[in-house]
């Protein structure tokens, strides 16, 4: 059963029109997380919520930004897209506070942006 | 430096082989190391998983962790075409915080 799951699963959009994505866990982890994975590249972080608090990364640009209305769901939105911003988006979970950590993963939205 | 350093390869191996894979990093702080597996256009899934150094082994993988040297292998034994894939290592100081990805090694077992 998918635990972390990502809708949709493919997504495009057009240059500068507002895009959300959306991400939902059954695992009841406090911790999530968006990456940005372009090709043959490491997944690149985004920002994270740990539990309702949001950390930005500092080379995250503003275009980028997040919702978390509750602990199950946390969304990205990308206010104007751009041709650079096509890639697969992930989302994943941990659990915090735990002597041990790893993150789980949803399958990914792959974003093209025409 | 980057934080966490991989050779993406591709590697390209006979079934049965026996698969090294590896990574490298300079953070010191750093106690949780993860091998992901990533197929073509589909999100991570997590392989194995240890925390602080010394071996862990699961099936045909196997993960050691050398903080001494800041260095991390998974060992593929009797490599099979489905272990074809890219595979992440990543790391992290502490619970809740991020994950550092290496930039994955592309792996192909061929028949």
Not at chain 2, 29 to 34: I, N
Request: glycine letters at 6%; hydrophobic letters at 30%.
């Amino acid at each position: 059963d998918a635990m972390v799951i990502q809708n949709p699963r493919y997504q495009v959009t057009q240059f500068g029109k507002p895009v959300t994505l959306s991400c939902s866990q059954t695992l009841n982890h406090n911790v999530m997380y968006w990456y940005q994975q372009k090709s043959s590249q490491a997944p690149k972080l985004l920002f994270h919520y740990y539990d309702k608090d949001f950390n930005n990364e500092a080379d995250t640009p503003d275009n980028f930004q997040s919702r978390r209305p509750n602990t199950s769901f946390c969304f990205l939105d990308i206010r104007s897209p751009g041709l650079g911003d096509a890639a697969m988006y992930l989302c994943a979970t941990s659990r915090a506070g735990f002597w041990l950590d790893e993150a789980f993963f949803g399958q990914g939205t792959r974003l093209t942006v025409v | 430096q980057k934080e966490v350093e991989q050779d993406p390869g591709p590697l390209s191996v006979p079934e049965g082989a026996i698969v090294s894979l590896n990574c490298t990093y300079s953070n010191s702080a750093f106690q949780y190391f993860m091998w992901y597996r990533q197929y073509s256009r589909k999100g991570p899934e997590l392989l194995m998983y240890t925390y602080s150094s010394g071996n862990k082994e699961d099936g045909r993988f196997t993960a050691q962790v050398d903080k001494s040297s800041k260095y991390i292998s998974l060992f593929i034994r009797d490599s099979q075409p489905s272990d074809s894939a890219t595979y992440l290592c990543a790391m992290s100081r502490n619970t809740g915080n991020q994950f550092y990805f290496g930039t994955g090694t592309s792996l192909t077992v061929i028949p």
